[in-house]
C-alpha cells in the first residue's frame, strides 16, 4: 500500500513538471474569431496606424495641392508618442521620390486610447517635409523646449560637395501640433566641394526658458550661440550671425 502511494504521487509530480510554464501576458490583443467571443481592446502601433489613416500600412497619400502624382508620400509606419494620460501622437514617416530633389515627409495623428481602442481626433499629413532621394527627415521628442513635447526634425542633402541640415520644431500641443520654427541651420560641410580651406558647422539646440526661448550653440569653424525668443506663435532668432549654409 505505502509503495502504491508513493507511486501516485511520483506520478503527479512528474506531470506538474510536464505542464507549461504560464505566459506572461501579451501587449498586442488577440483579434476575434468566428465564433468566439469579441478580442480585448487593439492598442498596438500598427492598431493607430489603421486607425490614424483608416487602412493598414502601407499607405500613400497625395495631398490637394500635389502638382503630379509623383510628389505622392507612401507611409510605411507609425511611431506612438506618448501626450499625456490616455492621448497620444502617432507620428509617420513618409518616402518620396527617387529623385535627388525629392522629399519626404512626416505625418502627425492625434489618437485618444479608449477602452474599446484608438479613436483619432486629429489628422496632419505631410506637416514637415525635407530631405533627398524621397527620404523622410530625421526626427526625435524633446521634453526640455517646449512646455509641451516637441518634434525636433533634422534634414538635409548634399549639391555638387556642400552638406547642410536643418531644423524644424513642431510643439505637441494639447490641441494641435504646432510649427514653432523651421529652417534653423544645424550642419555644414563643404569638404565635397573644396581640396583645400574646407569649413565645417554643428548647431545643438540646447534648452533655456522653457515656453519663452531656446539657444542653437554652433561649434567648428563657427562659434556662435543664437538664441530663440517666443514671438506669437512661433519662436524667432533674436541676432543673425554669419553661419555657414548651402
Same mark, same amino acid.
Given at each position: 500500500?505505502?509503495?502504491?502511494?508513493?507511486?501516485?504521487?511520483?506520478?503527479?509530480?512528474?506531470?506538474?513538471?510536464?505542464?507549461?510554464?504560464?505566459?506572461?501576458?501579451?501587449?498586442?490583443?488577440?483579434?476575434?474569431?468566428?465564433?468566439?467571443?469579441?478580442?480585448?481592446?487593439?492598442?498596438?502601433?500598427?492598431?493607430?496606424?489603421?486607425?490614424?489613416?483608416?487602412?493598414?500600412?502601407?499607405?500613400?497619400?497625395?495631398?490637394?495641392?500635389?502638382?503630379?502624382?509623383?510628389?505622392?508620400?507612401?507611409?510605411?509606419?507609425?511611431?506612438?508618442?506618448?501626450?499625456?494620460?490616455?492621448?497620444? +501622437? @502617432? $507620428?509617420?514617416?513618409?518616402? /518620396?521620390?527617387?529623385?535627388?530633389? *525629392?522629399?519626404?515627409?512626416?505625418?502627425?495623428?492625434? &489618437? #485618444?486610447?479608449?477602452?474599446?481602442?484608438?479613436?483619432?481626433?486629429?489628422?496632419?499629413?505631410?506637416?514637415?517635409?525635407?530631405?533627398?532621394?524621397?527620404?523622410?527627415?530625421?526626427?526625435?521628442?524633446?521634453?526640455?523646449?517646449?512646455?509641451?513635447? +516637441? @518634434? $525636433?526634425?533634422?534634414?538635409? /542633402?548634399?549639391?555638387?560637395?556642400? *552638406?547642410?541640415?536643418?531644423?524644424?520644431?513642431?510643439? &505637441? #500641443?494639447?490641441?494641435?501640433?504646432?510649427?514653432?520654427?523651421?529652417?534653423?541651420?544645424?550642419?555644414?560641410?563643404?569638404?565635397?566641394?573644396?581640396?583645400?580651406?574646407?569649413?565645417?558647422?554643428?548647431?545643438?539646440?540646447?534648452?533655456?526658458?522653457?515656453?519663452?526661448?531656446?539657444?542653437?550653440?554652433?561649434?567648428?569653424?563657427?562659434?556662435?550661440?543664437?538664441?530663440?525668443?517666443?514671438?506669437?506663435?512661433?519662436?524667432?532668432?533674436?541676432?543673425?550671425?554669419?553661419?555657414?549654409?548651402?
Amino acid at each position: 500500500m505505502i509503495r502504491t502511494r508513493l507511486t501516485l504521487c511520483t506520478l503527479a509530480l512528474v506531470a506538474a513538471c510536464q505542464q507549461p510554464a504560464e505566459q506572461p501576458e501579451a501587449h498586442v490583443a488577440p483579434r476575434a474569431e468566428t465564433g468566439t467571443a469579441a478580442a480585448t481592446p487593439a492598442h498596438s502601433e500598427a492598431d493607430a496606424f489603421q486607425v490614424a489613416w483608416g487602412s493598414a500600412a502601407p499607405v500613400t497619400y497625395r495631398a490637394p495641392d500635389a502638382a503630379t502624382d509623383d510628389e505622392a508620400m507612401t507611409y510605411s509606419k507609425g511611431t506612438l508618442v506618448p501626450l499625456g494620460g490616455d492621448r497620444f +501622437a @502617432l $507620428v509617420s514617416e513618409g518616402q /518620396g521620390g527617387e529623385g535627388h530633389v *525629392s522629399a519626404g515627409a512626416l505625418a502627425i495623428h492625434y &489618437l #485618444t486610447r479608449t477602452p474599446a481602442g484608438f479613436t483619432r481626433t486629429g489628422a496632419w499629413p505631410n506637416i514637415v517635409d525635407g530631405g533627398t532621394f524621397g527620404a523622410p527627415p530625421e526626427w526625435t521628442i524633446r521634453t526640455d523646449l517646449t512646455p509641451a513635447p +516637441a @518634434l $525636433v526634425t533634422k534634414a538635409g /542633402g548634399t549639391w555638387q560637395g556642400y *552638406s547642410c541640415s536643418w531644423s524644424n520644431v513642431v510643439e &505637441l #500641443t494639447p490641441e494641435r501640433p504646432i510649427l514653432r520654427t523651421d529652417a534653423i541651420p544645424v550642419a555644414y560641410d563643404d569638404g565635397g566641394a573644396k581640396e583645400d580651406g574646407a569649413e565645417e558647422m554643428e548647431g545643438e539646440l540646447t534648452p533655456d526658458m522653457k515656453g519663452r526661448s531656446f539657444s542653437v550653440r554652433y561649434t567648428g569653424d563657427r562659434t556662435e550661440t543664437v538664441r530663440y525668443a517666443l514671438q506669437g506663435q512661433r519662436y524667432e532668432a533674436m541676432t543673425s550671425p554669419d553661419l555657414l549654409t548651402c
